[in-house]
């Protein structure tokens, strides 16, 4: 069964002319921050705007905040506006990266209320690998009113997750890949190691082999060891590869799933705080 904020290929496919359907491009590349946009001005899915990772979906890094923190609000529901966004539209994002940009454009949309949002199972990759249409053209939109409802409790701040650690009720999830959350290696951030108790559950283990996420009930298996009825605090390096787990999480009826929007990259920039290790047996 397919999680429940997902949709298929085919499905988009059959939907693209139907005018309460919105499809958002959010190909990006941490090492190559243009990229995405020439690799969208050079081929997307049809009717599909483009909202980047840096100018859209963040604001400039700060001392602190991470190094993606979240842009302004209104300047943001005043984008999905000019985007023809409003409460009857379903809103379909995508990249190429089986959804680690994409889902941060997902959260957000949930953030503010907007419970109309859909990951393409798939992504561009395998759009294009079917030889379903691509199109170069930039569509004009029709403006709507996009209405902002902020669900503050959909994330916590770095004092907020101090509060937290080692409390009986909080599990605290590490969504980045083994050996950064181990503190082996850290090729992005200044400092190595974990939110000491986290558990380390790498996002990109959502994905099979071909690059499709998996489906509810190997997500279910996946996640077994983790009690629904605590709150799931979920981090990553910047607060984007947060959001897969977060997906997954939230279509599996996990009920109290936060993300900490600065995540490690913000938590290491405070030298007082505390920082886990954990030293490979061998």
């Given at each position: 069964?397919?999680?429940?904020?997902?949709?298929?290929?085919?499905?988009?496919?059959?939907?693209?002319?139907?005018?309460?359907?919105?499809?958002?491009?959010?190909?990006?590349?941490?090492?190559?921050?243009?990229?995405?946009?020439?690799?969208?001005?050079?081929?997307?899915?049809?009717?599909a705007l483009f909202f980047d990772?840096?100018?859209?979906?963040?604001?400039?890094?700060?001392?602190?905040?991470?190094?993606?923190?979240?842009?302004?609000?209104?300047?943001?529901?005043?984008?999905?506006?000019?985007?023809?966004?409003?409460?009857?539209?379903?809103?379909?994002?995508?990249?190429?990266?089986?959804?680690?940009?994409?889902?941060?454009?997902w959260w957000m949309l949930q953030y503010l209320g907007h419970q109309?949002?859909?990951?393409?199972?798939?992504?561009?990759?395998?759009?294009?690998?079917?030889?379903?249409?691509?199109?170069?053209?930039?569509?004009?939109?029709?403006?709507?009113?996009?209405?902002?409802?902020?669900?503050?409790?959909?994330?916590?701040?770095?004092?907020?997750?101090?509060?937290?650690?080692?409390?009986?009720?909080?599990?605290?999830?590490?969504?980045?890949?083994?050996?950064?959350?181990?503190?082996?290696?850290?090729?992005?951030?200044?400092?190595?190691?974990?939110?000491?108790?986290?558990?380390?559950?790498?996002?990109?283990?959502?994905?099979?082999?071909?690059?499709?996420?998996?489906?509810?009930?190997?997500?279910?298996?996946?996640?077994?060891?983790?009690?629904?009825?605590?709150?799931?605090?979920?981090?990553?390096?910047?607060?984007?590869?947060?959001?897969?787990?977060?997906?997954?999480?939230?279509?599996?009826?996990?009920?109290?799933?936060?993300?900490?929007?600065?995540?490690?990259?913000?938590?290491?920039?405070?030298?007082?705080?505390?920082?886990?290790?954990?030293?490979?047996?061998?």
């Amino acid at each position: 069964m397919r999680l429940q904020h997902l949709v298929s290929l085919d499905w988009l496919k059959d939907s693209l002319h139907m005018p309460d359907v919105r499809v958002i491009d959010c190909r990006f590349e941490l090492l190559h921050p243009e990229r995405g946009q020439a690799e969208y001005r050079a081929g997307h899915i049809p009717g599909a705007l483009f909202f980047d990772l840096d100018k859209d979906l963040s604001s400039p890094k700060q001392a602190h905040e991470g190094r993606h923190p979240l842009p302004d609000m209104k300047e943001f529901a005043d984008k999905l506006s000019r985007a023809g966004i409003d409460d009857t539209v379903k809103v379909v994002v995508y990249d190429d990266q089986g959804g680690m940009v994409a889902t941060r454009l997902w959260w957000m949309l949930q953030y503010l209320g907007h419970q109309e949002a859909y990951l393409l199972d798939g992504g561009y990759s395998q759009w294009k690998d079917q030889g379903y249409p691509v199109a170069t053209e930039i569509p004009a939109v029709e403006s709507r009113t996009f209405t902002a409802k902020p669900q503050q409790e959909m994330w916590v701040s770095m004092e907020e997750v101090k509060e937290r650690i080692g409390q009986p009720g909080t599990i605290i999830v590490d969504a980045r890949e083994e050996r950064r959350y181990q503190g082996l290696e850290e090729p992005i951030d200044p400092v190595a190691g974990h939110i000491p108790g986290a558990v380390n559950y790498f996002w990109k283990d959502n994905l099979t082999n071909k690059g499709y996420w998996k489906s509810a009930e190997e997500q279910k298996d996946r996640f077994a060891d983790l009690d629904p009825t605590k709150e799931v605090i979920v981090y990553c390096g910047s607060g984007v590869s947060s959001c897969p787990n977060i997906l997954s999480l939230q279509s599996l009826g996990y009920p109290n799933v936060k993300l900490y929007i600065g995540s490690w990259s913000d938590w290491c920039s405070y030298p007082e705080n505390p920082i886990g290790k954990k030293v490979e047996a061998e």
